[in-house]
């Protein structure tokens, strides 16, 4: 699995950005986000039990998120068509503020080593990416486990400012001086 120092791996995926058909598919690469931070979080599959929890907890901060210069990208190996007929199905994703990414070939998992079990779905990994295309934090959990989106922010909180941040530190408090 690739891991913090790392250059996170070119990609060119289908997402989606909103319930309508008409304007539903947007491609995204490294470049649709140039000079931002990047948060990616991948997720098994759709149509299932954790994985909407996260999603709407990762959206329910996407203002948070891009407030500090940094998108957050939703992806798993379901195809985009699956992707828009979930958000569609299930409540809670109606008018989601991140996209979902398609990763249907699998590359970007592969290239991440992400990939788990018979079906080669993605594990519940979560990328945090500077702008240079770094990897600068790297979290995966167990499948039966949700994240915590807010942890992620803080995270982000932390590797941006640069400095030494003791444990459960958050933005506005001090910082270790050497």
Known sequence: MLTIGDRFPD???K???SDDLKTAFQTFEPATHKGKWRVVFFYPKDFTFVCPTEIVGYAKLAREFA???AVVLGASTDS???HL???KHEADLK???IPLLADTSKKLSTELGILMGDDRVSMRATFIVDPTGVIRHVTV??????RNPEEALRVLDALQS?????CNWKKGEATIKV
Do not use: I, M, Q
């Open 11 to 13: 990609y060119k995926l």
């Open 15 to 17: 997402g989606v950005v």
């Open 67 to 69: 407030d500090r210069d």
């Open 80 to 82: 985009e068509f699956v």
């Open 85 to 87: 007929a979930w958000r």
């Open 95 to 97: 008018g989601l503020a």
């Open 141 to 146: 959990n167990d499948g039966k486990v949700g």
């Open 162 to 166: 640069d400095e030494l941040c003791p």
